[in-house]
């Protein structure tokens, strides 16, 4: 059982690499775009501070649903 | 295996085992104490510790407004200073008409970064109790379907729901659960999250190393968070008084 536990919660904290892959990308648009347009950087941060925060939260309901899988099925 | 080496890994695994359950108890949100009426109501560590950030942000509103003078000196200017920076973050995102809404949104900013900073001085940060990032994140649906009720009335409001075409308020209505829900988990998960790595990080290597990733995980992962949450609710509110 606690086998089990320990894989399903291992499973759901993979949401991390959607997560990581996409806001890699972001950023990388990002820097591309403050590269070709430095006086915009001020927008450009807002909007990619957005986009992580968006793509990150996946990552956060993850680790949530990991957690409670240790929680509550222990 | 000879005698010694079986010992350190029993050693090592009775360690690991207390640990799990050191964590386990630490993500309950814990019970300070009881006031002794109506069959005793018990008051969470969360806000007592609310209430002690509340206290000293009260004092240091009422010490740093003491004496103003037109021409700024002293820690005026500083204090001028975070406040036009934060009015004029949430006028870039609102504009002129949602001027009324920037004292709670700053209010908001102000507590949930005090939240995660206190992880700093050793204490438990309330941002870290699911019921807290709840409230904050209800109180803060309430604002945003408020918002968009008071710029374009009741009609308005429900017409909003069918926007961009009919076939889609399903999804809208949904909405209304989703964002609190995900502003909720998001806070909560980070600082949560940030945590947990923390005290696996100072199980590794009690000294020293932990403190570079206490910067990150204690003061730049929190003010990012608090940076994001009213950030987003903002947005949202930005996107109801609009469509």
Known sequence: ?74 | MDNYTIECMVKGAKKVEGFASELMSQLESKVSFVIPIFNGISIATSVVITWGIMLFLVVLSKVLVRNLKMVPSGSQVYMEAAVGWLNNFFEDILGEEGKKYFPYLGTVAIYIGCANLIGVLGLTPPTKDLNVTAGLSIMSIFLIEYSGFKAKGFKGWVKSFAEPMIILAPINFLELFIRPLSLCMRLFGNVLGGFVVMELIKLVAPAIIPIPFSLYFDIFDGLIQTYVFVFLTSLFMKEKMEF
Do not use: H, R, W
């Open chain 1, 1 to 74: 059982m606690t086998t089990l536990v320990a894989i399903g919660a291992a499973a759901a904290v993979m949401t991390g690499i959607g997560a990581g892959i996409g806001i890699g990308i972001a950023t990388s648009k990002a820097t591309e775009a403050i590269a070709k347009q430095p006086s915009a950087s001020g927008d450009i941060n807002k909007a990619l501070l957005l986009g992580c925060a968006l793509a990150e939260a996946t990552a956060i309901y993850g680790f949530v649903i990991a957690v409670l899988i240790i929680l509550f099925l222990k």
